[in-house]
C-alpha cells in the first residue's frame, strides 16, 4: 500500500510537530482507490492529553469530523501524530493501531522531521509514503 500525501501537507505538519509542546495529532482525510490511499486533506485535533509523549484525540471531535467527511463522500482513511522522537510507532501506538486496523498511522518525528506511515495487519507493517 502506498501513502501520497502532497508535499505542502507534509511540510505543514513538519513545521507544526517542532512548534508545539504537546504531541500534535489529527485526522487524515481522503480516499482509497485500490492500493493507493490519497491523503485529501489534515486536519488537526486537540490532544485532549495535552501530553508531549502521548496523545488522545477528542471524541467529540472524532464524531463532528466523521459525519463531515460522509457528506464529502471522503472517509477518515487514518491518523497523523508526532514524536519527540524518531517517527516509529510506540508500544502504546501499536495497542491503538490494533483496535483500527483498517487505517493508516502517519508519525512525524518532532526532532528529525522524518514521517514514516504504517497498517496494522496482525502486527505492524511499514507503507510507502510517497510525496506528491
Ligand atoms: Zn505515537
Given at each position: 500500500m502506498i501513502l501520497e500525501v502532497k508535499r505542502n501537507h507534509l511540510e505543514k505538519i513538519r513545521a507544526e510537530a517542532l512548534?508545539?509542546?504537546?504531541?500534535?495529532?489529527?485526522?487524515?482525510?481522503?480516499?482509497i482507490e485500490g492500493n493507493k490511499a490519497l491523503a485529501v486533506e489534515f486536519r488537526r485535533a486537540r490532544n485532549v492529553l495535552n501530553s508531549a509523549i502521548r496523545f488522545?484525540?477528542?471524541?467529540?471531535?472524532?464524531?463532528?469530523?466523521?459525519g463531515e467527511v460522509?457528506?464529502?463522500?471522503?472517509?477518515?482513511?487514518?491518523?497523523?501524530?508526532?514524536?519527540?522522537?524518531?517517527?516509529?510507532?510506540?508500544?502504546e501506538d501499536e495497542k491503538f493501531m490494533s483496535l483500527w486496523p483498517d487505517k493508516i498511522w502517519l508519525i512525524v518525528s518532532?526532532?528529525?522531521?522524518d514521517a514514516r506511515a504504517f497498517v496494522y495487519k496482525g502486527r505492524i507493517e511499514e507503507i510507502r509514503l510517497k510525496e506528491i
Open positions: 512548534k508545539t509542546r504537546a504531541e500534535l495529532c489529527g485526522f487524515i482525510i481522503g480516499r488522545q484525540i477528542d471524541p467529540q471531535e472524532f464524531l463532528r469530523v466523521l460522509e457528506n464529502r463522500t471522503m472517509d477518515i482513511i487514518g491518523f497523523y501524530h508526532s514524536h519527540p522522537s524518531l517517527a516509529s510507532p510506540s508500544a518532532s526532532i528529525n522531521g
